[in-house]
């Protein structure tokens, strides 16, 4: 497997882990009340895994 393949799977697994983990503070409120910032936490890690498949679409 390609380094920069290997780093791309890695990037997506730690993007979908940090968008998981502003999505359930958002609804349930784990750690503070702050919405504004789990938005727009949640809405970067989406683009960031976006960007991590269409990198994988392009490695094929």
């Not at 409120?29 to 702050?34: D, E, S, V």
């Amino acid at each position: 497997m390609q380094t920069e393949k290997v780093l791309t799977i890695i990037a997506l697994a730690v993007a979908g882990l940090l968008t998981l983990l502003f999505v359930l503070d958002l609804i349930v409120g784990i750690f503070n009340r702050n919405i504004v910032v789990d938005i727009l936490f949640a809405i970067a890690g989406a683009f960031v895994i976006w960007q991590g498949v269409e990198t994988l679409r392009e490695f094929r």
